[in-house]
């Protein structure tokens, strides 16, 4: 088990000694049982994903009920009634649970709204609202941000010889790539189907250039390593500021992507016995 979940143990032994000292003193800390739920729900969410659950946040839910049961029934011990104990652990405990599951749920919700599902990178509406503030910060400070739009060149292709399952494999390959080569303070999505576009703060064309010669021989060789016949196309735009917003931006990443697409001059998939439409 993790350190956080000892931690979290600690924590509600703490509360139940504290809870149990404070008895005769008419005050109660009862209420901060619900703290080590709400943390372990929360830690859950962000560990598991979308659709698997954790049974921590349900092991916890308990061990708060039954520590909370036992330090009021030794409050009064031995003349607490037996079932008025067993009454209180069992309704704390569903109670408990269903708090957990309630935080779970709204953390996944809130975590998975701005997220890939499949490559793990943000959504469409992450990226324009992490794009909308790195034009602040440029506005601010002067300096440049490069915009670099990526495809998959013949990916409808590759999903018709080979199926949606290598499609996807592929989509969770580029998404790699794009976080091993790309800093933590960059910002990788994906828009849709085999559209990614990379945010790079700070950073200049020439810098853009060398970075993008670099993501598409990384992503060729894990192609050609699976034995397929696709490859990359970019484009991207260097700004400051707020001159152009979104949608002009990706317009002219995407303009210079066409005319950079190694696939407008050759037949697609020349190996592999694929074949063109």
Not at 144 to 149: D, E, F, H, K, T
Not at 191 to 204: I, P
Not at 255 to 271: Q, Y
Request: with cysteine; aromatic share 10%.
């Amino acid at each position: 088990m993790s350190l956080r979940f000892y931690l979290i143990v600690m924590e509600i032994f703490l509360i139940t000694v504290l809870d149990y000292m404070m008895a005769d003193n008419y005050y109660s800390l009862d209420v901060l049982y619900c703290l080590p739920v709400i943390q372990t729900a929360r830690f859950s969410a962000l560990q598991t994903s979308r659709y698997s659950d954790s049974q921590t946040p349900a092991v916890i839910a308990i061990l708060c009920a039954l520590t909370w049961s036992l330090a009021e029934a030794a409050v009064t011990w031995p003349h607490f009634p037996l079932s008025a104990f067993l009454l209180n652990a069992f309704t704390r405990a569903v109670t408990f649970t269903v708090i957990g599951r309630v935080i779970t749920k709204l953390w996944k919700d809130k975590e998975y709204s701005r997220t890939d599902s499949l490559t793990g990178l943000g959504n469409r509406a992450e990226f324009i609202k992490r794009f909308e503030d790195t034009q602040s910060q440029s506005e601010r400070s002067g300096k440049p941000y490069s915009l670099l739009s990526i495809n998959i060149d013949h990916f409808r292709l590759l999903n018709d010889q080979y199926g949606h399952k290598i499609g996807d494999e592929a989509l969770i390959i580029l998404a790699d790539t794009l976080r091993e080569n790309s800093r933590r303070i960059d910002i990788a999505s994906r828009m849709g189907s085999d559209e990614f576009v990379l945010l790079l703060l700070e950073t200049n064309e020439e810098s853009t250039e060398i970075l993008t010669a670099r993501i598409e021989r990384a992503a060729k060789k894990k192609f050609n390593q699976k034995g397929w016949d696709i490859s990359l196309s970019s484009g991207h735009v260097t700004e400051i500021g707020k001159k152009r917003g979104i949608d002009e931006l990706l317009k002219t990443a995407n303009e210079k992507m066409r005319l950079n697409s190694p696939g407008s001059d050759r037949p697609p998939f020349a190996g592999n016995g694929l074949t063109a439409f």
